[in-house]
Antibody, heavy 118, light 106 residues
């Protein structure tokens, strides 16, 4: 059974940093591209970053480019999102998602809440 | 970047009704659209991919279609369990993007 479990939730001051993790099981992690998607309270879904299975290529939404860094450790079956210079409007539930071979998100984690507030 | 314009933002219907939700892409994206259902406090769940392919295990009352840059999710006979928010998403190329969402009340 495919499982994705996020961790790293927390309350952070504006300008602060956090590292989110997503631990995968039940599939060959290195064979799949992965993404992070976030959802601000009461709002819709926002794709923010993606990374190929090899980790060689990473992609970002303009809203997070230069502040967030996606990475992965295929030996640990873990996806990461380093979030720096956090702003109040980064407050959201952050989901990791597996990208199916044909490109859509076929499995999702349960999400982890990041709150940015003074 | 490709924008997905979804409508309506809210929809109220009754059990047994047929409803449609529409997404329009800002440029040609082929069939590379998925539809997701999300219930409060839960992760999204894929319903449809490649515009019209039903994900395994999803009830057949859900269907998707494509006409040029317009994509439609149809629920043929609403059930109480269909009360949720629905999102379209393109995956033609990075950056991916979602529609604004439709909240469906039964």
């Amino acid at each position: 059974e495919v499982q994705l479990v996020e961790s790293g939730r927390g309350l952070v001051l504006p300008g602060g940093s956090l590292r989110l993790s997503c631990t995968a099981s039940g599939f060959t992690f290195s064979s799949y591209a992965m993404s992070w998607v976030r959802q601000a309270p009461g709002k819709g879904l926002e794709w923010i970053s993606g990374i190929r299975g090899s980790g060689d290529d990473a992609f970002y939404a303009d809203s997070v480019k230069g502040r967030f860094t996606i990475s992965r450790d295929n030996s640990k079956n873990t996806l990461y999102l380093q979030v720096n210079n956090l702003r109040v409007d980064d407050t959201a539930v952050y989901f990791c998602a597996r990208i199916a071979a044909v490109g859509y998100f076929d499995h999702w984690g349960q999400g982890t809440l990041v709150t940015v507030s003074s | 970047d490709i924008q997905m314009t979804q409508s309506p933002s809210t929809l109220s219907a009754s059990v047994g009704d047929r409803v449609t939700i529409t997404c329009r892409a800002s440029q040609s994206i082929g069939p590379w659209v998925a539809w997701y259902q999300q219930k409060p406090g839960k992760a999204p769940k894929v319903l449809i991919y490649k515009a019209s392919t039903l994900e395994s295990g999803v009830p057949s009352r859900f269907s998707g279609s494509e006409s040029g840059s317009e994509f439609t999710l149809t629920i043929s006979s609403l059930q109480p369990d269909d009360s949720a928010s629905y999102y379209c998403q393109h995956y033609n190329s990075y950056p991916f993007s979602f529609g604004q969402g439709t909240k469906l009340e039964i």
